[in-house]
């Protein structure tokens, strides 16, 4: 659950960092798994393979799913959306491999955008993200850039423009606004950051010696419409109803009911 602090911090910036009462062994768990999964082979006859690989939904390691269903990540889902009760929607792991000595650099963009009103509102009617950190998170190893309160300054930009909704998008088809600096989300292994990914935000180069591993989990308020197309939503709602059977009969919960999942609205 976010302190009132942490909730102001979430609201106007877009981003928070918290501790958690995950355990070494469960980070360290977790961890392994993404090495398990995160394969960095080179295809045959094909080109290197990439320094950021990543997966979303297509995995049932027992470690992921006991951070999955953890509730720990429901009351803080619930806290963040002011919400009395929240759907899980999706997971992504990433692991991001070392370029020493190439110069730090990051791209930028905007995955969904929000009207002022889904942001101020109660429950927010947002997908509410859940960065959690499986190794120490410094300056040289991939922080995550953002700029703190642009998923405010653009839904200001919503509210004045109804039909601009374009998702995802690169910053530089974002409109001029007034946007804050880019700034580095650092963190220590076990922690977390609750975010909106509505924030201009992105990747960076991982100028370290060492890998950056996290696991994204998000949620949505019970019942809430996700606005992405059809085939992301038929991936995510087949996931789900795999986690149906994998997930403990106390935790299943948090999934969507199947009857009451609705029609996804088109985005681009």
Not at 45 to 73: C, K, M, V
Not at 78 to 86: C, D, G, Q
Not at 90 to 99: D, F, H, L, M, S
């Amino acid at each position: 659950m976010l302190t009132p602090e942490q909730d102001r911090t979430f609201a106007a910036d877009g981003a928070v960092t918290i501790d958690t009462p995950f355990t070494s062994n469960d980070i360290q768990s977790a961890a392994a798994a993404i090495d398990r999964l995160l394969l960095r082979e080179k295809p045959q006859g094909g080109p290197e393979p990439g320094h950021r690989i990543q997966r979303t939904s297509d995995y049932f390691e027992p470690a992921l799913l006991h951070l999955i269903q953890h509730s720990f990540l429901e009351s803080t889902a619930k806290s963040a959306l002011r919400a009395e009760a929240v759907d899980f929607f999706a997971t992504a792991i990433a692991k991001t491999y070392p370029e020493p000595g190439k110069p730090f650099s990051f791209w930028e963009h905007v995955d969904i955008k929000y009207r002022t009103a889904d942001l101020d509102g109660r429950p927010r009617n947002m997908i509410c993200s859940c960065l959690l950190w499986l190794t120490d998170v410094t300056p040289d190893s991939a922080p995550l850039m953002f700029r703190p309160g642009s998923h405010r300054i653009i839904a200001a930009e919503m509210d004045r423009n109804p039909a601009y909704i374009d998702n995802p998008e690169p910053f530089a088809k974002l409109p001029k606004l007034p946007y804050a600096e880019p700034r580095p989300l650092l963190a220590k292994a076990g922690q977390l950051t609750v975010c909106t990914t509505a924030t201009v935000h992105g990747a960076s180069v991982n100028t370290g010696t060492r890998d950056r591993k996290v696991i994204f989990i998000t949620f949505v308020p019970k019942g809430y419409a996700i606005r992405a197309n059809m085939a992301i939503m038929d991936k995510m709602r087949a996931y789900q109803n795999e986690l149906r059977r994998l997930l403990r009969p106390e935790r299943v919960h948090i999934l969507p009911e199947v009857s009451a999942q609705p029609a996804a609205a088109h985005a681009s």
